[in-house]
């Protein structure tokens, strides 16, 4: 039977999309659409697992004064709920469609407060959920109140437990992950400007990108993925005794929503680990769920018949 991945997601949010015809600055618009997504990193992958058929536990810190959403999506979704409450309300984010555009603005509300207690009972709650192989996602921001190492505490207790740690967050919380003299995380999935942050330097070409990736791989951490939004990925990671780079890609489609791409882009890689693939099946499969996200509205996949035809056309190439 198949392990369930494990989702973490401290900081999540109620995602709400407002779709105009073109944004401009100081006018005044009226909303084509407005959509109500439960939201934050880990929740999106799990949602995405879902619809791929995968079992998943998704744990974090919801707060109790609009946890209705995200009930309302576990259940809908068969999604097992671990999460902890917390007295207040879970953060809203506000993302604007440009239609004429094509692109989307974001503008994120602050949320909860949490405090290290707060992470401790999550830390035990996770450990309860873990055994050895299991696929654990840590996913987004740090809330206000959890202190910069929150992700490397956890990663390392959780190696040390035996579970395979994805880790998809950035700036601070990132850069004190890959720090750690503990554990790193099995896998990460920066896009270019988080790779560029942690690494302290612009990385223009994809030969800069991929000195990076290798860079991190050299110290630690198995797989490297780097998001480049319609360019697909690179990939650098261990395939069987060797590491090995890929590019993957699939050519662009017209995009209903690009909200949660990346993070249908790391449920692709959980389910192709759930798999026991090779770097090139986490390549097909992680582009696939990023490109098969891109024609649905908010944190879902078409049926998985229609991501294995996507997966099977994605194109790879090797640079190594």
Known sequence: MTKPVVTVTLNPAIDQTITVEALKPGSVHRAKAVRHNAGGKGVNVASCLADWGTPVVATGLLGTGNAAPFEALFQAKGITDAFLRLPGETRVNIKIADLAANDTTDINLPGLSADPGALGRVREAVRRLVEPGTPVLLAGSL?????????????ADLTAAGARVVLDSSG???????????ALPHCIKPNRHELEDWAGRPLPTDADLLDAARDLNRRGVAVVVVSLGAEGALFVGMDGDRTRALHGRLPPVQALSTVGAGDAMVAGLIAAFQQDGGLEDVARLSVAFAAAKL?????????PATVRALAAQVTLTRLD
């Open 143 to 155: 809330p206000n109140g959890l202190p910069t190492d929150s992700y490397a505490v956890l990663t």
């Open 295 to 303: 024609g649905c509205f908010g944190p879902n996949l078409p049926d």
């Open 172 to 182: 601070a919380p990132l850069a004190a992950a890959l720090a750690s003299t503990g």
